[in-house]
């Protein structure tokens, strides 16, 4: 029997996980890599520790499932999006740390473009202008990154988001890797034309990074090249999809037609509202990117809703406050108290992204007094992520004209029921998991699987969603609109600092 694997390369841990044709995980393995934050505002990966852990939950998953790479019909990967690596081409080693999608160094030099530089890099890739993308990482390491001006020089030097970097060592690294991305991660870079779907000259310009050091673009769903049989699978595999981590949960949660959307609650929280074969601009913070584009197929559009600091909140609360020694326990301490005690909390840790985009915004918790306990701040914490939420499916449906009835959910923090309960009665409206709550690489499997025939079509892959928990809302209007009002004013606070 066939399976099909899912490698998910996340901010805060790298997993493989294997598939059976009913979407049923036969095996997996994850494994956490550190957080490097020498600067206030810098966030930092090696990349060379990442493709080391890459390597450890292959050779993991395929033990623990007790099968072989040889049994694998596809291979699909899913990453961390916007986070940027530059490489030598001839030895394999990173010439810098990653740059992570949180880092905010950038910032200073985007605030030197013209207004008609912001106007062409907003209309052309669809992306507001912030230090979030890749396009002004990539400019950061050629100017600082160890050699990089000498490997530019002479031609060895690659630039790449992870996926890249990581498809780039499974098929062969120095010993002939391919050097391509997809179009939903390349849509992330501020360097790729929505139109045309390949790198623009006047962005390239604009951020002067060559375009012969950025990889190919392809499809999302594709055999783009076999795995290297020295490495950790030990035999030759199809290495046919690549979606940005956000698109690949809108894969996994079947959202193939336009209207559909889903909400992912990870590291950060991100919405997507597929919006098919039509480019929509955002009138209200939103971004307008890829959704993603199989073989042969058009590609398809999708607004999106970017939140920097949901889930990594939590891990705040765990590693720098230590009020918490596992993600586990908000749930019964939020649960403790009735109520939030008069306290938001505003976790702008790296500025905040959609729908204001303010890399300037810092971290509040206003509404403090004698009484306040830890249960608040946690209860508060959960609070944050629920309200950040909901001000970007606001935004969705003013832009889309689509009101929404429901929110498929799905990330890490979907399985805290206290909190999902949180956001049917912050919202207003039906919160449904599904039962594989991981859907990012359950979606990255869905495309590699497509390419090889594993799966016929999307219809067979459709028929695999189900509802795993529902919660409905236990709000009155009046709750959540004044509930609503104190959140936002507290937002207010998060800029107040600087005036």
């Known amino acids: 029997m066939k399976f099909v694997g899912s490698l998910d390369q996340g901010t805060s841990s790298t997993r493989f996980m294997i598939f059976d044709c009913k979407g049923n995980v036969v095996g997996q393995h994850q494994l956490e890599h550190r957080q490097i934050l020498e ?67 950038t910032a200073e030099f985007l605030a030197t473009l013209t207004e008609l530089e912001k106007e062409v890099i907003k209309s052309k890739s669809g992306l507001t202008v912030a230090p979030y993308f890749s396009a002004a990482k990539m400019k950061w390491l050629m100017t600082h990154a160890s050699g990089a001006k000498e490997k530019i020089e002479d031609g060895s030097a690659l630039l790449g988001t992870i996926d890249s970097w990581l498809l780039w060592n499974l098929s062969g690294g120095a010993n002939g890797g391919v050097h391509f991305t ?18 623009d000259q006047q962005l390239l310009d604009i951020f002067g990074v060559p375009r012969n050091l950025l990889p190919e673009i392809r499809s999302s769903s594709e055999i783009y090249a076999y795995t290297d049989p020295a490495g950790p699978l030990g035999a030759a595999v199809a290495l046919s999809a690549i979606l940005g981590d956000q698109q690949g949960a809108l894969v996994g949660q079947t959202c ?42 058009p590609v398809q559009y999708a607004l999106e809703g970017s939140i920097a600091v949901t889930g990594s909140a939590i891990q705040w609360l765990r590693d720098q406050l230590q009020i918490i020694t596992s993600a586990a326990e908000t749930e019964a301490l939020a649960a403790s108290v009735p109520d939030n005690g008069g306290v938001y909390f505003v976790p702008a840790f790296s500025g905040l992204f959609a729908p204001y985009w303010r890399s300037d915004a810092r971290g509040v918790i206003v509404g403090l007094t004698r009484a306040t306990t830890k249960a608040h701040i946690v209860r508060a914490t959960l609070e944050a992520i629920c309200y950040q939420t909901r001000e970007i499916m606001d935004a969705m449906s003013a832009d889309s004209g689509v009101p929404l009835t429901m929110m498929k959910v799905d990330g890490g923090v979907s399985a805290n029921e206290f909190c999902m309960q949180l956001q049917a009665d912050i919202m207003g409206l039906d919160i449904t998991r599904p039962m594989i709550a991981e859907t990012t690489a359950l979606g990255a499997a869905y495309a ?38 104190l959140w936002k004013k507290a937002v207010t606070r998060s800029f107040d600092w600087i005036e």
């Open 39 to 105: 600067k206030s505002g810098w966030v930092e990966h090696d990349a060379q520790e990442i493709w080391h852990r890459t390597k450890e939950v292959i050779i993991g998953a395929l033990k623990n499932s007790e099968i072989l790479g040889s049994d694998l019909a596809a291979i699909g990967i899913t990453n961390q999006r916007e986070t940027t690596v530059m490489w030598d081409s001839l030895t394999g080693a990173p010439l810098h740390n990653a740059i992570v999608w949180q880092d905010a160094r």
């Open 448 to 485: 590699a699987g497509l390419v090889v025939g594993y799966w016929k079509d999307i219809s067979e892959i459709k028929a695999l969603w189900k509802p795993s928990r529902t919660w409905t809302s236990n709000s009155t209007s009046q709750e959540r609109e004044e509930g609503f009002r």
């Open 182 to 199: 997809d179009v939903t991660n390349a849509s992330r870079t501020s360097l790729m034309n929505l139109e045309t779907l390949d790198w």
């Open 256 to 297: 193939f037609d336009r209207g559909e959307s889903k909400t992912t609650y990870g590291t950060g929280n991100f919405a997507l509202l597929n919006t098919g074969s039509e480019i929509v601009r955002s009138s209200n913070g939103l971004l307008t990117t890829v959704a993603f584009q199989f073989k042969g197929q």
